[in-house]
């Protein structure tokens, strides 16, 4: 539960992190230096002390708890700017990983999740907004961020997932003030679904108008048509037709508050432009993290599914392979010791006899 609380991950997740991310920093790191104008001998320069696996803790920490640079430095022990560059390397390449739904499977565009769902899959899409610091006087975009619905300084991610509610796909942030319709149109959503397909999307009221332009793919709430004086029974009908689409809706709600639990998309007080990959690099550490979970309690449930006999069962069987004729215990099937008494009471009334002892 430890690792849980500090970097919101398993010990598999991140050891699974280290051996994929690893090979990628050093690659990106000997570039780095093959790009420098001037060389130097082989072996030469300092060495590092900040060795990989603590730059990927200090960046997880960072994104899980939203610790500032100089905490995480006094932890590790090096300076600021040390723990700011190594977030700055880290980060990009955990933010294109995408979003993993099951083993070698990853999504990093919304065309990839509108074909992972296939023709009858149901998809959930909303957007949400995540505070930042409003530009300085003078910069532009000033008035971009302040977000109509909050009346904040706010950039927006739409955020996509399953029936389930698992994380499927983040866009990078747009101002506050564009409208999330306005946001799915820019990313293509219009244009994905495929004419003929069974494929649902639902979304709130904001992407009314969608619907149309999809062919009928993207669920919305039904509007209201009465604006006054409605009548009894068409109030009661609506009502009744929203309550049943939210139901179906509110797992995209539960998806969100799993991104927000990471601190990061609480309120960002750093740099703006790091936002999209802070965004999408903490949507591929929790689907990851659920995708995890999910399979470990599937091989659970499959393995609880089918237990080995016990002795108690084997001689449950024996006695009931007696009375019916069965030859042996290994062709009797091996059943419950419940399961046994009542076939040996169902035999001892076909045969008039008194009941059996229980076994």
């Not at 932890?75 to 040390?82: A, E, K, L």
């Not at 909303?126 to 409003?134: A, C, H, L, P, Q």
């Not at 059943?335 to 035999?347: N, V």
């Given at each position: 539960?430890?690792?849980?609380r500090v970097?919101?991950?398993?010990?598999?997740?991140i050891?699974?992190?280290?051996?994929e991310?690893?090979?990628?920093?050093?690659?990106?790191?000997?570039?780095?230096?093959?790009?420098?104008?001037?060389q130097?001998?082989?072996g030469?320069?300092a060495?590092?002390?900040?060795?990989?696996?603590?730059r990927?803790?200090?960046?997880?920490?960072?994104?899980?708890h939203g610790?500032?640079?100089?905490?995480?430095?006094?932890?590790?022990?090096?300076?600021?700017?040390?723990?700011?560059?190594?977030?700055?390397?880290?980060?990009?390449?955990?933010?294109?990983r995408?979003?993993?739904?099951a083993?070698?499977?990853?999504l990093?565009?919304l065309g990839?999740?509108?074909?992972?769902?296939?023709?009858?899959?149901?998809?959930?899409?909303?957007?949400?907004?995540?505070?930042v610091?409003?530009p300085?006087?003078g910069?532009?975009?000033?008035?971009?961020?302040?977000?109509?619905?909050t009346?904040?300084?706010?950039?927006?991610?739409?955020?996509v997932?399953?029936?389930?509610?698992?994380?499927?796909?983040?866009?990078?942030?747009?101002?506050?003030s564009?409208?999330?319709?306005?946001?799915a149109?820019?990313?293509?959503?219009?244009?994905?679904?495929?004419?003929?397909?069974i494929l649902e999307?639902?979304?709130?009221?904001?992407?009314q108008?969608?619907?149309?332009?999809t062919?009928?793919?993207?669920l919305?709430?039904?509007?209201?048509?009465?604006?006054?004086?409605?009548?009894?029974?068409?109030?009661e009908?609506?009502?009744?037709?929203?309550?049943a689409h939210s139901?179906?809706?509110?797992?995209?709600?539960?998806?969100?508050?799993?991104l927000?639990n990471?601190?990061?998309?609480?309120?960002?007080?750093?740099?703006?432009?790091?936002?999209?990959d802070?965004?999408?690099?903490?949507?591929a550490?929790?689907?990851?993290?659920?995708?995890?979970?999910?399979?470990?309690?599937?091989?659970?449930?499959?393995?609880?599914?089918?237990?080995?006999?016990?002795l108690h069962?084997?001689?449950?069987?024996d006695?009931?392979?007696?009375?019916?004729g069965t030859?042996s215990?290994?062709?009797?099937?091996?059943r419950?010791p419940r399961?046994?008494?009542?076939?040996?009471?169902?035999?001892?009334v076909?045969?008039?006899?008194?009941?059996?002892?229980?076994?």
């Amino acid at each position: 539960m430890a690792e849980y609380r500090v970097t919101g991950l398993s010990p598999d997740v991140i050891a699974e992190l280290v051996a994929e991310l690893e090979p990628v920093w050093h690659e990106q790191h000997q570039a780095r230096l093959t790009a420098r104008p001037w060389q130097r001998a082989v072996g030469a320069g300092a060495k590092h002390k900040f060795v990989f696996i603590d730059r990927l803790l200090a960046t997880l920490v960072s994104l899980r708890h939203g610790t500032t640079h100089d905490v995480l430095a006094c932890w590790f022990g090096v300076d600021r700017s040390t723990i700011t560059r190594a977030i700055g390397e880290v980060r990009p390449p955990l933010a294109q990983r995408g979003c993993t739904v099951a083993q070698g499977i990853r999504l990093r565009t919304l065309g990839e999740v509108i074909e992972y769902l296939g023709a009858d899959g149901t998809g959930i899409i909303d957007g949400t907004e995540v505070r930042v610091r409003r530009p300085a006087v003078g910069r532009n975009g000033r008035d971009e961020i302040v977000s109509g619905k909050t009346k904040q300084n706010a950039v927006k991610t739409l955020v996509v997932t399953d029936a389930e509610g698992r994380v499927l796909f983040c866009s990078p942030v747009w101002p506050g003030s564009f409208a999330d319709i306005t946001q799915a149109r820019q990313l293509g959503l219009a244009q994905l679904p495929a004419d003929g397909a069974i494929l649902e999307i639902l979304a709130d009221a904001g992407y009314q108008g969608m619907g149309a332009q999809t062919g009928g793919h993207v669920l919305t709430p039904p509007h209201r048509k009465f604006k006054k004086n409605a009548p009894a029974w068409y109030e009661e009908r609506h009502e009744q037709q929203r309550e049943a689409h939210s139901s179906r809706r509110i797992r995209v709600e539960h998806g969100i508050a799993h991104l927000k639990n990471w601190r990061a998309l609480a309120r960002h007080l750093g740099r703006r432009e790091h936002m999209s990959d802070i965004v999408q690099a903490i949507a591929a550490l929790l689907s990851h993290q659920q995708t995890a979970t999910r399979g470990h309690s599937l091989h659970s449930s499959i393995a609880l599914d089918v237990p080995p006999p016990t002795l108690h069962e084997v001689v449950s069987c024996d006695v009931l392979g007696a009375v019916t004729g069965t030859a042996s215990h290994e062709e009797a099937q091996p059943r419950t010791p419940r399961a046994c008494r009542e076939a040996l009471r169902g035999k001892s009334v076909e045969d008039g006899n008194s009941p059996l002892p229980q076994c």
